[in-house]
C-alpha cells in the first residue's frame, strides 16, 4: 500500500509563489495516478488537480486554471503541484491523493490513499 507525504507548504502573501511536494513510498509510483485536493476551514475537500500516469496527462481545477500546475517525477517517486499567483482564497490544508489506473480523477471518492496534507496561509 503506498504511503503520501505532503511537503512545501507555509505562509506567503498574496501574489507569491509556492511549491507542494508529494512523496510516495510503499507502491509502484508509475502505477498511480495522482491528484491534488484542498480543504478550507468548514468546507469541503475540493479538487485541484490531476495527473496520470504514464503520459502525464493533466486536468487542472476551474479555480486554479492557469496559476497552478501539476508534474511528476517517476524517478523520484514525488508529484508536485507548483502554485503561482495565490490569491487568499487559495488558503486551504492540501492533500495528496493517489489511485492505480490510467486515466486522471477529478473527485475525492476515486482515490483509494491519501497523504496527511499541508498548510497553506495566503496573507493579503
Known amino acids: 500500500q503506498v504511503q503520501l507525504v505532503e511537503s512545501g507548504g507555509g505562509l506567503v502573501q498574496a501574489g507569491g509563489s509556492l511549491r507542494l511536494s508529494c512523496a510516495a513510498s510503499?507502491?509502484?509510483?508509475?502505477?498511480?495516478?495522482m491528484g491534488w485536493f484542498r480543504q478550507a476551514p468548514g468546507k469541503e475537500r475540493d479538487f485541484v488537480a490531476s495527473i496520470s500516469r504514464g503520459t502525464g496527462s493533466t486536468y487542472i481545477g476551474d479555480s486554479v486554471k492557469g496559476r497552478f500546475t501539476i508534474s511528476r517525477d517517476n524517478a523520484k517517486n514525488t508529484v508536485y503541484l507548483q502554485m503561482n499567483n495565490l490569491k487568499p482564497e487559495d488558503t486551504a490544508v492540501y492533500y495528496c491523493a493517489a489511485r492505480s489506473g490510467a486515466a486522471f480523477y477529478i473527485t475525492r471518492s476515486d482515490y483509494a490513499h491519501w497523504g496527511q496534507g499541508t498548510q497553506v496561509i495566503v496573507s493579503s
Open positions: 510503499g507502491g509502484i509510483f508509475g502505477s498511480y495516478s
